[in-house]
């Protein structure tokens, strides 16, 4: 009961937001639209649906801390807070997957608009139907469940890294918060350094971490439910994380 109530709070505090993201994001849809047809078609557009991950990032840097005082006015527990928080993750990004997909087809009436799924795991990526302008998005019961699916793991992999970075920033002091602001410009100029490095002497092991990461990622075999398992799993390990922080997570005074 006391998860449920969890859930219940963080759907109604976020509910004005989603809204008012959606009635943006059509709004743009729209005036796209106008400007396609003032244009003879010269106008186009892909991959909109980032900007609901996006969205979704930044909802979960924002929900933690005012949530996290819902605790201890309503007397609840850490576990029972955990559980709600990312029980109530999972149907957020499922509906607005689902909403995603119905906008995108109804976009694409109007204007050529490849999903993120289309460009990766479909025939848009054959130059010559692109250059032709041949390319047809599919409407299958396949393609549409798998585009639900491929956002849906996204939007929740987002969700649940925006609110453990919010969570890493409520705990530590103002020097940590800095190390930690630094910490990925580093990780990533260390891991380019050491990558090129590596592929200088070893350029066999290289080729080989390259395909394991295109393999994860379900890109080389092209193969969506392997991007989905790594979303997935991704996802769980953040929640794992975001657990352990809770734990003896200290609620300051505003």
Known sequence: ??????VKYNLSSLKNSILMFYFVFISICVLLTILS???DGAVSSSGIELSSAIFIFVVGLNMFKENFYFIKGNNLSRKSYFYGTVLSMVPISIGMSFIDVILNRIYNIFVNCPTNYDMIYTDYINISNYANN?????????????????????YLMAFILGFVITMLYYKCNKLMKTVISIIPILLIITVNMGFYIIALNFPYLTGKIGEWVFYILGILPRNVYMTISTFSIISVVLATVAY???????????
């Open 37 to 39: 047809y003032n244009s």
């Open 244 to 254: 352990l922080l809770i734990r003896k997570m200290r609620i300051k005074e505003k």
């Open 1 to 6: 009961m006391k998860v449920k109530s969890v």
């Open 134 to 154: 041949g390319w047809i998005q599919s409407n299958s019961i396949e393609t549409l469940f798998n585009t639900f699916l491929f956002q849906a793991s996204l």
